[in-house]
DNA sequence: TCTGGGGTCCTAGGACCC
DNA sequence: TCTGGGGTCCTAGGACCC
């Protein structure tokens, strides 16, 4: 049997909670009201009866909700009650699966004897997340994590759904096609032009069928999600890690020197966050998203890994020349690295082009930074005194 | 609904190999 | 040079999730 539990608008709540007098009434929590450009990330469910909801625009939802209480994400302060709501979680199986800062997977086989039936098991989870941490969560029990997902985000706020074994298929097809988890927008509309309105209609269809309006994969899914049965979505090591950086800008960049430090910005971040996670990569990536939100991206594997800042700019920069409609101005700009692996490539050492010192310079100031309470080191182009305006 | 940031997976086409 | 079948790797783009 497997929970799964679910932070009831978690951001808001923790915002609810440290502040007693935001309690009972509209949090939205996200980007300034006042900037453009800036999206509400998670509003409280007194919010919610104003419409507003999370990734609406915030002029948005200061236009639905004028007198709304905006704050700003402390995500610190996040993951700290995180931690205390998984550590409880930990409590009640070995086998805990985080899936993000506010839902896990707990599996409950073989708990039985110790703690009882696995819906009481339920019941008092919730009831100790709330007594230790002052936070609600809603919970779905079922026999596999799919049915778990599905049913606690049907029983929210604070609520707890089980769906029996061998009642899957049925809970399933009870339900409007929006509560196909794994479905979203594109394919809703799909659905409907090719004439399926409800969970159930999908069911009376064969996966080949299926697959053949839906892909292989699309299809399969479909067939399984519509009876109930396990779908594989959860494998818990995906091979294909990835690491980036993006930002959206306030106003959109035109002037190459603006455009450049922007993205040596993000090439310095990206390098940090590899290094200091232990990850090694060839392959990079460069996003471009214009001021009309057509986005496009370009992306190049090289023969060894991609050690340096100094190098992935120069790699970024070249990507981005050969991408950049000139003179088109420029909303968003992102850089990853993909198929990140834990081990240096060992093909590198052919291709070594003798970057020894910069390798440890580097190192050894992204060890530095990654002190607390130091100066941090950093180019002086970064520097925010050196950073020309990009408002006007 | 004028739309953030960090991810994952799938698809289709091309290059290249045997 | 009017061209099979299988496989792998890479790229660009899209859909989805929280």
């Given at each position: 049997?497997?929970?799964?539990v679910?932070?009831?608008?978690?951001?808001?709540?923790?915002?609810?909670?440290?502040?007693?007098?935001?309690?009972?009434?509209?949090?939205?929590?996200?980007?300034?009201?006042?900037?453009?450009?800036s999206?509400v990330s998670?509003?409280s469910?007194?919010?919610?009866?104003?419409?507003?909801?999370?990734?609406?625009?915030?002029?948005?939802?200061k236009?639905?909700?004028?007198?709304?209480?905006?704050?700003?994400?402390?995500?610190s302060?996040?993951h700290e009650?995180?931690?205390?709501?998984?550590?409880i979680?930990?409590?009640?199986?070995?086998?805990?699966?985080?899936?993000?800062?506010d839902?896990?997977?707990?599996?409950l086989?073989?708990?039985?004897?110790?703690?009882?039936?696995p819906?009481?098991?339920a019941m008092?989870?919730?009831?100790?997340?709330k007594?230790?941490t002052?936070?609600?969560v809603s919970a779905g029990?079922?026999?596999?994590?799919?049915?778990?997902?599905?049913?606690s985000?049907?029983?929210?706020?604070?609520?707890?759904?089980?769906?029996?074994?061998?009642?899957e298929?049925?809970f399933?097809?009870s339900?409007?096609?929006?509560?196909?988890?794994?479905?979203?927008?594109?394919?809703?509309?799909?659905?409907?032009?090719?004439g399926?309105?409800?969970?159930?209609?999908?069911?009376?269809v064969?996966?080949e069928?299926?697959?053949r309006?839906?892909?292989?994969?699309?299809?399969?899914?479909?067939?399984?999600?519509?009876h109930?049965?396990?779908?594989?979505?959860?494998?818990?090591?995906?091979?294909?890690?990835?690491?980036?950086?993006?930002?959206?800008?306030?106003?959109?960049?035109t002037d190459?020197?603006?455009?450049e430090?922007?993205l040596?910005?993000?090439?310095?971040?990206v390098?940090?966050?590899?290094?200091?996670?232990?990850?090694?990569?060839?392959?990079?990536?460069?996003?471009?998203?214009?001021?009309?939100?057509?986005?496009?991206g370009?992306?190049k594997?090289?023969?060894?890994d991609?050690d340096?800042?100094?190098?992935?700019?120069?790699?970024?920069k070249?990507?981005?020349?050969s991408?950049?409609?000139?003179?088109?101005?420029?909303?968003?700009?992102g850089?990853?690295m993909?198929?990140?692996?834990?081990?240096?490539d060992?093909?590198?050492?052919?291709?070594?082009?003798?970057?020894?010192?910069?390798?440890?310079?580097?190192?050894?100031?992204?060890?530095?930074?990654?002190?607390?309470?130091?100066?941090?080191?950093?180019?002086?182009?970064?520097?925010p005194?050196?950073?020309?305006k990009?408002?006007?």
């Amino acid at each position: 049997m497997f929970l799964h539990v679910d932070l009831d608008a978690f951001f808001a709540s923790v915002e609810q909670l440290d502040f007693p007098q935001y309690r009972g009434k509209p949090v939205i929590v996200g980007g300034d009201p006042d900037s453009r450009r800036s999206i509400v990330s998670t509003c409280s469910y007194e919010a919610r009866k104003y419409g507003v909801h999370s990734a609406m625009s915030a002029a948005q939802a200061k236009l639905l909700c004028p007198d709304g209480i905006f704050v700003r994400g402390r995500m610190s302060r996040y993951h700290e009650k995180s931690r205390e709501v998984m550590s409880i979680f930990d409590e009640f199986s070995p086998d805990v699966q985080q899936m993000s800062i506010d839902e896990a997977f707990i599996d409950l086989t073989g708990t039985e004897r110790l703690f009882g039936p696995p819906e009481e098991t339920a019941m008092r989870l919730k009831a100790e997340v709330k007594a230790r941490t002052g936070l609600t969560v809603s919970a779905g029990l079922a026999s596999n994590k799919y049915i778990a997902k599905v049913a606690s985000g049907i029983s929210k706020p604070n609520g707890f759904c089980f769906v029996k074994p061998g009642e899957e298929a049925q809970f399933m097809q009870s339900l409007p096609l929006e509560k196909l988890w794994g479905a979203g927008p594109k394919t809703l509309t799909k659905l409907r032009e090719s004439g399926f309105f409800s969970i159930k209609e999908i069911a009376d269809v064969s996966e080949e069928a299926l697959q053949r309006g839906f892909g292989i994969a699309g299809g399969s899914f479909l067939f399984n999600a519509s009876h109930g049965l396990a779908a594989e979505t959860f494998t818990t090591e995906s091979k294909n890690h990835s690491i980036s950086a993006e930002h959206t800008y306030p106003y959109d960049l035109t002037d190459p020197y603006i455009i450049e430090t922007a993205l040596m910005q993000l090439c310095e971040e990206v390098r940090f966050r590899l290094e200091t996670e232990g990850f090694y990569s060839k392959t990079v990536h460069l996003k471009i998203r214009y001021g009309d939100f057509s986005t496009t991206g370009v992306q190049k594997t090289f023969q060894s890994d991609v050690d340096t800042s100094d190098f992935l700019f120069k790699a970024v920069k070249e990507l981005f020349y050969s991408k950049w409609h000139k003179g088109y101005g420029i909303r968003l700009l992102g850089v990853g690295m993909s198929n990140c692996s834990t081990v240096p490539d060992s093909q590198g050492e052919l291709f070594d082009f003798g970057n020894d010192n910069l390798r440890k310079l580097e190192k050894t100031i992204i060890k530095h930074n990654s002190k607390k309470n130091v100066p941090k080191i950093q180019k002086a182009r970064l520097l925010p005194s050196a950073m020309p305006k990009t408002d006007e």
